[in-house]
Every structure is written in C-alpha cells, then in structure tokens.
C-alpha cells in the first residue's frame, strides 16, 4: 500500500475476460489476473484522482475568494461627476498669458489620498474642437483644476473622479 501513497501516475489496465473453449475447457486467453498488483493499480488510480479533484477544489475555492475580492472592490468604488466650464480669457483665442482654467471644488468628500486619484474629463459642448488639452492639475483634498490648452472661447466639460474614497 506504500506504493500507492508515493506513485502520481496511473498505467490504466486493459482487462481481458478468460477465455475457455467451451469442447474442451482449455484456456484460449488468459484474461487479466485479480491480483494484488491489478488491484493495487486501481486504489492508486482512485487515490491519485482523489488528490486531483482536491487540489482542484481548493484551486477553484482560491479563485472564488479573489472573485469576490475583486467584487468588493469594485462595489465600494464610487464616482464623483461633476460638469464645469472652462472660458477662455483673451478676445481672438490666440494670445494669452496663461492657459484658461476652472477651479472645480469637491464637496463631501475629502480626498485622503491626494493628489493620487483619478480625474477624467470628458468634453461635451462649446468649441470642443478648438478646446486641446483639457488637464487635470492641483488635485488637492478638496478639488482640482483643469486647463485648456487650445484657443476655444469656452468649453464644457464632464469631469469623473474615481474611487474617491481610497
């Protein structure tokens, strides 16, 4: 039986039935001995499948716990969104001291993780076309800015802060 519990391979046994000659009794094919050996082979057979299935129900338990993890993470991440307008400071859209901006002021909820959260902005009316870059800087705990670096004379924007709470 020691051999079963060292062995992690499985020969499977092609059993053949005994064969007599039914005029004269005699043997015409062996067949496959019940034997210690055959039998042997089955328990390790059985045994060896038995710590398949274990280590694939703990695979699989492993798997459902970092499912459910990753679950719980994106069920307590919440969104800000917010809308702003960004207008721009000089008459022909082409000189100008520095990029307009907008101040966007986050009430509610303090960002203990300042300045590493996430902002996305998302034009949405005005001369979006003329607008650039809309970038996101001065993130603090209770807001940030946002720049246009192109010549439009204003710009609507949807602003969505991420995970807020982390």
Do not use: C
């Amino acid at each position: 039986m020691a051999d079963i519990h060292r062995s992690r391979t499985y020969e499977a046994t092609v059993w053949e039935d005994r064969v007599l000659d039914e005029a004269t009794g005699q043997v015409i094919v062996e067949g496959t001995p019940v034997d210690e050996e055959n039998m042997n082979n089955i328990e390790a057979g059985i045994l060896l499948a038995h710590y398949d299935i274990g280590v694939l129900a703990e695979f699989l338990a492993q798997q459902a716990r970092l499912n459910n993890l990753e679950i719980q993470k994106y069920k307590s991440q919440r969104l800000l969104q917010g809308q702003a307008t960004i207008t721009g400071t000089s008459s022909n859209g082409y000189f100008r001291d520095s990029d307009p901006f907008v101040q966007v002021s986050l009430t509610g909820f303090a960002q203990i993780n300042a300045p590493n959260y996430d902002v996305i902005v998302t034009p949405i009316s005005g001369d979006a076309g003329l607008a650039g870059r809309l970038e996101v800087y001065d993130k603090t705990q209770n807001g940030f800015k946002v720049r246009m670096t192109g010549s439009a004379q204003s710009v609507t924007f949807l602003w969505t802060l991420i995970n807020p709470a982390v």
